[in-house]
Nanobody, 129 residues
Framework: QVHLVESGGGSVQAGGSLRLSCTPSGVTTSRNCWGWFRQAPGEEREGVATISTRDATSGATFYDDSVKGRYTVWYDNPENTVFLQMNSLEAEDTAMYYC???????????????????WGQGTQVTVSS
């Protein structure tokens, strides 16, 4: 059974940074597609970034335009953890952030909620201006 746990959320002022972690159980970080999504109050959940850890596409990433140049996603197989570094945070980044996984699959050049069967419970990120 796949279980994902996010951590690292918190409250920061605009311009600050946070690093989110996603630690899975029941699956390793390798040979899968990992995604970070966020959902602000009253909004739809949106894809922020993905990273492929599968074979030839390992390390391939996708970023939503709203976070390009500010967010970085990577993984550490020995630690079995996927990370999301968020810099230059803005008030508009305030949301619940979710880690998601699609086991055994490649990542696409976009992040669609329907493509990910496994989800964590989320970690709250609040950015004050």
């Amino acid at each position: 059974q796949v279980h994902l746990v996010e951590s690292g959320g918190g409250s920061v002022q605009a311009g600050g940074s946070l690093r989110l972690s996603c630690t899975p159980s029941g699956v390793t970080t390798s040979r899968n597609c990992w995604g970070w999504f966020r959902q602000a109050p009253g909004e739809e959940r949106e894809g922020v970034a993905t990273i492929s850890t599968r074979d030839a596409t390992s390390g391939a990433t996708f970023y939503d335009d709203s976070v390009k140049g500010r967010y970085t996603v990577w993984y550490d197989n020995p630690e079995n953890t996927v990370f999301l570094q968020m810099n230059s945070l803005e008030a508009e980044d305030t949301a619940m952030y979710y880690c998601a996984a699609r086991t055994g699959g490649f990542c696409y050049s976009y992040a669609a909620e329907a493509d990910f069967p496994y989800w964590g419970q989320g970690t709250q990120v609040t950015v004050s201006s």
